[in-house]
């Protein structure tokens, strides 16, 4: 049986009864009484003693440990929180052919006012395009760096003028990469499978817990075999770093760039292949790949006058589902947790979910995600 935490208000009665008991003849309940004025202080003092011990309490098990406690018990299995990561990319800028030089550490801006620096020299070629390298600046505090993921066509502005050069230039390869510090949450999933699942030089648990690793990434999965025999097929989602896709990684499937038996991957595939690379068992040929988002559109029957917000919650719960029951290795979402994550919403009984019709049924690479929602 648990133990309950006595109130605040428990303990001031129970020391004014203890000192009326005590002292016969005093009134310890009465408003300016000095007893009474004590007995709140030892009152007070004694729940902040709770508090504590609550506090201890919690951070004596890795299970619902935070903070610096939290890395402490995680440290014991080799698992340390991920940092906020910078992206990087490539920006494109119209110049005076072959002669016009971008320096290394140029800065550049974001229309937003995003700023990075160019990590490399960059000339102009014969036909008037220098093509720089870049990395946005980290945040002072390294808390963030997911806003530094950047898309394709993205307009970025030279921070100085420099000869023969547009100041306004398009990105041309995506900035990825970029990740905000890794959450208690993330940190403790990954913790608690560590203990629960001792590495075993490759198996698929391994692949998984090695990709969720790399910052930025939240969800993986792995398929052995998954491209045909000594393959191995790692999918991957992140979230958090790239939510303005739905979580889908931004670059190419593929492979590490050390690995010379097919085409490297690039973007955020990339950078989870050149991690687990050398990580994995010699003679694994392992794929990075990208789910496919597979949309479910939903028509729901009784809740045509439903309010706004009980529509976007209702929208939350059937994606919360999909992230935590849908997977791309081929699977079976039962459309009964749909309906439980929604029945569990205020004011929305007597709903009818009358498509789809049954469970939601994915093939290997697909990962189901909400598509439209109509209110019949």
């Known amino acids: 049986m648990p133990w309950t935490r006595p109130q605040l208000s428990e303990l001031r ?7 009326a008991s005590a002292i016969p003849g005093s009134d310890p309940l009465l408003r300016f009484a000095n007893l009474r004025i004590m007995g709140n202080v030892q009152a007070g003092l004694a729940h902040l003693h709770y508090g ?11 299970f619902t440990a935070t903070d610096e406690y939290l890395e402490a018990w995680a440290a014991l299995k080799n698992i340390f929180r991920e940092p906020a990561t910078s992206a990087s990319g490539q920006i494109t800028f119209q110049a005076t052919p072959n002669i016009a030089l971008i320096p290394s550490g140029t800065p550049i801006t974001r229309g937003d006012g995003v700023g990075c620096t160019t990590t490399a020299d960059a000339t102009s070629n014969s036909s008037g395009i220098v093509v720089v390298s870049a990395t946005i600046d980290a945040d002072p505090s ?11 066509g993205v307009t970025m502005t030279l921070g100085i003028s420099i000869a023969g050069v547009k100041s306004s230039g398009t990105v041309t390869t995506a900035f990825t990469g970029g990740a905000d510090i890794e959450l208690d949450s ?45 393959t191995v097929v790692v999918y991957i989602m992140l979230d958090q770093a790239e939510s ?7 670059g190419t499937n593929g492979v590490a760039t050390n690995e010379p038996r097919d085409t490297p991957a690039t973007g955020d595939q990339l950078i989870v292949a050149n991690y687990i690379y050398a990580l994995r068992p010699a003679t694994a040929l392992v794929y990075i790949v990208s789910p496919v988002a ?13 309010s706004s917000s009980t529509q976007a919650a209702i929208s939350q719960a059937i994606s919360g589902v999909f ?13 009964d947790l749909i309906e439980s994550a929604i029945a569990a919403i205020p004011g929305t009984s007597g709903f009818v979910i009358t498509s789809p019709a049954g469970n939601i049924v994915t093939t290997i690479g697909q990962l189901p995600v909400l ?5 019949a």
């Open 323 to 335: 992230q935590l029951a849908g997977t791309p290795l081929g699977g079976t979402v039962d459309l």
């Open 294 to 306: 597979y949309p479910v559109n939903f028509t729901i029957s009784g809740l045509s006058a439903a």
């Open 13 to 19: 009665n129970g020391v004014a009864q203890d000192i």
């Open 371 to 375: 598509g439209t929602v109509t209110y």
């Open 186 to 230: 993330s940190l403790r999933s990954r913790m608690l499978e560590a203990y629960q699942k001792t590495p075993q030089g490759g198996a698929k648990a391994d692949y998984e817990i090695w990709a969720r690793e790399v910052p930025g990434v939240t969800r993986s999965w792995c398929n052995p075999l998954g491209a045909g025999s000594g």
């Open 142 to 152: 390294g808390l963030t760096g997911a806003f530094g993921n950047t898309a394709v």
């Open 52 to 62: 504590y011990l609550d506090y201890i309490a919690l951070q004596s098990n890795p």
């Open 244 to 250: 303005a896709f739905n979580g889908f990684p931004q």
